[in-house]
DNA sequence: TATGAATGAGCCTTCATTCAT
DNA sequence: TATGAATGAAGGCTCATTCAT
């Protein structure tokens, strides 16, 4: 059915379609026919908007890396204490899997394929250097700067490598919020050991 | 011309060969003609001792748990404190690099892969366990049981996030010494933090 | 915005367009795609004033034709000679190139095509049996009508050899005037062997 | 059947299926599964040979033009007078009809392509330049350098011109034997007008 | 009159597997 | 034991056509 103004939905249609089947089959079993499939659309459709399947695979992954950035954003009111924003960080990091369950394997799959794919290891050092900055940053003002970059490496790495194993375990969402709580404790002794 | 007893030397040429073929190329790009002539051998060699491409990934990830195992065990003396023995676990996992640049990468494409894959995911979960029981038993040598199991699986997570970190940074050699180094004293904060 | 008699500049905008890409392109790489970007129009006008690529291939076949026939009518006059008359013919052969440079090109393109394509072996006959039959005409006034066929026959075939040389030597436009003047040397020979 | 040494034999049957198809369908139409189809094989097979569609359609007129070559050569003999090498020369321009009656609508899809395609334009220069020379070697026994060229590149014109009209009219041999014949007595015509 | 969203068949290519030798 | 010729399914992409607007 023909319309004007169809592209932003059929985008998005795509999109979530990527997501769905890289969750469920992996980026490798990952056809295009199998998204068009799972849109409800034709295979065509995906070369129309996205200019072949690469071109939908970085789009998803933009989506993704947004979609991080907007739940961190919208966590934020004017009184945020910098130890409230560091528990924020982690909440977003984690909370990808209850917005959508599937996210979560995708991203280990993009990180994956980012070592043989430039754009894609672009996005991701992108993302790696948002989550140093952003910790960094409310580290800052309970610590020293050097300290604070110290906690921000540690932290972040902790958080990687928590949430690595909740995905790799394919555990239920209790596993999630097991490692997501292991996070917070661990915010909160880097706070006790450094913080002045 | 035919020769016997070839079959230990010409598996581990097609997994020496494989293992850089995954970190050159991923395991997405990996054929099976790239990887027979790597080893500077035909194609259908590969279905002859593993009985196709899947079978030789499998005995490719067997080969590298092994690798960590024995590097593990090589490393341990009847005078080894759960100290050093800490540290050695830690140097295992970062000394893969050493023994062979391209085997870092390769990990993080098979776990990527387990996912979707049920023979890799079983042995994925055995490394996993591995690491933690290895860590478990030398921590519970400094401290409660109980701390023991919570130090074990953030230092888990933690190796892994440092580690995952610096593959990803396709960073060089410093990077993962000092990954290496933030790891251990990360040990030791723990140690200072539960230890008796 | 819909307009009343847009129906001849649209079709002739389609077919300069079409004549531009076969030479650029090729008649292979030539899509409907192509055509209306070039034309500055959408893709579905194609199908709505000429029902169909092929439809709009062969209305620029029939254009070209037409245009080559335009050419040689109006440097006729009262007083044209038949040997004047020759010459006109071979300007008009050779002169393609002068009104639009792309032209030559695409001629080839079509007839090779017309080997497969029975619409345009159609008009590819009609072409040949033109030149024929216009210099027939003017040899007869010059020779007996049997040696005014054969010379038809030999002259019509320079023509040819020579621009199917031209065009397929890329070459710049003076080989085409080199090959426009040995034409009508040609032609000179011709009247002086057989003329009486 | 997998046999040793078959490489030969299957670039040649893939490169006759490829001639037989391009006569038939024209070079647009002509897919890989059409000329592994006509050759017997699978469609794999071409790519295993010829490195993709694009090699095979090369190594055809590579076949073509050293075909046309070797006619020329086995035609010659120490006693050969230039008269009877430039029969012979239009001899084996027109004969490729009887060798095989595909080949000759071959060639001009072939030369069509060559102005699109940078390999196919290379290899139809070099086919031109050759009949140009080796016309004008003959030529030159018979007349001034001067008067060889002109007549050279006039005989290679005229052969062209009427081995083109004979290909477009579809006709039956009868019209190319008659187009021979025209192009040998024009080659006298020339030897007379010019020869000392 | 004119658009361009949408389709889906068909293209070339890649690749794991098989198997005669 | 080892080869590599051969297969054919499946992949991504192109493109003429259709049609609601």
Request: hydrophobic fraction near 40%; charged fraction near 20%.
């Amino acid at each position: 059915m023909p319309k004007v103004g169809m592209q932003p939905v059929r985008r998005q249609q795509l999109i979530d379609a990527t997501i769905e089947s890289v969750a469920e089959f992996g980026l490798q079993a990952t056809t295009i026919n199998r998204i068009s499939k799972k849109a409800g659309l034709s295979s065509g459709i995906i070369s129309h908007y996205f200019a072949g399947k690469q071109g939908l695979i970085e789009a998803t992954v933009r989506y993704l890396l947004s979609n991080l950035k907007k739940v961190l954003i919208e966590g934020l009111t004017p009184t945020t204490t910098p130890e409230q924003r560091l528990m924020l960080i982690i909440e977003a990091n984690f909370s990808r899997l209850q917005q959508q369950s599937e996210t979560t394997k995708t991203w280990l799959s993009f990180w994956s394929q980012s070592m043989h794919d430039y754009e894609l290891h672009r996005l991701q050092i992108v993302n790696s250097r948002r989550l140093f900055s952003n910790l960094a940053c409310s580290f800052k003002q309970l610590m020293s700067d050097d300290d604070a970059k110290l906690a921000a490496q540690l932290c972040a790495a902790m958080i990687d490598g928590l949430w690595l194993r909740a995905v790799l375990s394919k555990s239920d969402e209790n596993e999630f919020e097991h490692c997501e709580c292991l996070a917070k404790s661990y915010v909160n002794s880097l706070i006790k050991q450094y913080g002045a």
